[in-house]
């Protein structure tokens, strides 16, 4: 949509392909693409390229669900991040995958993990990093990567930071699987809470973030420009088929 790919995929499908790209052994990167991320593609075409490299670009979203359907190339489901990573955790703990935790503030990757351990309690999780490293500690973050080889990487770094950070430095640390995963960590280490249900379901979960963190109100503005510029898209391929 708008020059970006989307794979139209549940999420257990995407768990799936995951798995492949595990068994593989070759590294890719997944991106999770909200309406907003889609929308900074349309007018950055260094990140629209490193959207359409990815192994797998999830519609993470309401917008891009509704996008998708408006342009007339429907997918099954929203697949975000957080639900992406869940699931992963159960998959992981039943397989052996090998997870290491990367972003949030100080403190937040490593209680994630603590909690997913919790909760999963054959998961290995082989390190965490918080995501403010100088320029030094990421070059050790890197060694340390290397060395510990783990199968699946969380960056939650934010958009567009974590995507830029996976296409620049994933091939070299040769790990199978990088997900962006942008605040994920913060909802896993309970220091940020999702929407309610009723308002996922409504497709407002963007709404809710805007009133807890008023900051987010210029972010949230690509979403009627993505919209628009969805519309004007669907009407001209309308236009072209007739
Ligand atoms: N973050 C980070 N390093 C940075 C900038 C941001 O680790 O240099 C983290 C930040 O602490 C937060 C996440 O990245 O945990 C971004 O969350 P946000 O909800 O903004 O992500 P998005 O909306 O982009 O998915």
Known sequence: MLGCRVDALTLNEALEVLGRFIASGKPHYVVTLNAEMAYRAMHDPRFRDIVNRAGLVTPDGAGIVWAARVLGNPV??????????QALAVRAAEEGWRLF???GAPGVAEEAGRRLKER?????ILGTSHGYLSPGKEEELLKNLKKTSPDVLLVALGSPKQEYW?????????????????????????RAKRAPRFMQELGLEWLYRVVREPKRVKRALALPKFMIAVLAEARRTRGRRK
Not at 120 to 124: A, I, K, Q, S, V
């Open 76 to 85: 099954p489901e929203r697949v975000a991040g957080i639900d992406l990573v």
């Open 101 to 103: 935790l990367y972003g």
């Open 120 to 124: 999963h309690p054959g998961l290995n």
């Open 166 to 190: 996976m296409a620049r430095h994933l091939a070299g640390l040769g790990i199978p699987v990088a997900i962006g995963v942008g605040g994920s960590l913060d909802v896993l280490a309970g």
